[in-house]
């Protein structure tokens, strides 16, 4: 794993997802349950990092990725580590890359962590 600096985002409760979605809290974790979204417990509290999302909603390649992650063996902290990290054989973090429409090349990389 690299040890650039990881892209910077804040870190969103289930009330501020709620809010920013306009979706209520059970929706919220459906999306969390299909892998839509992925949430840490690191700081206390779940929490998402709010460039999963992209104009109030999951940003669309997020879940395919995120399984992808989960079938190589990834626990979603990992996951998450590893979608901010910037990573050298993309050129950037994942989630970057993911959000410039590369999901594909995320995936490739991705699939080849197992």
């Known amino acids: 794993m690299s040890t650039e600096t990881p892209t910077p985002t804040d870190w ?23 892998r839509h979204l992925v949430a840490t417990r690191r700081f206390g509290a779940a929490r998402v990092p709010s460039v999963f999302l992209a104009e109030g909603a999951p940003l669309s390649s997020l879940r395919g990725t995120v399984i992808v992650l989960q079938d190589a063996g990834f626990s979603d902290d990992e996951a ?4 901010l990290t910037p990573e050298p054989s993309i050129g950037l973090s994942p989630i970057d890359a993911l959000r410039a429409g590369r999901k594909s090349e995320v995936r490739r990389v991705a699939a080849t962590l197992a």
Request: no cysteine; charged share 35%; hydrophobic share 45%.
């Open 12 to 34: 969103l409760t289930f009330p501020e997802l709620v809010e920013l979605t306009g979706e209520p809290l059970g929706r919220i974790r459906r999306l969390l349950d299909e």
């Open 80 to 83: 998450i580590d590893w979608l």
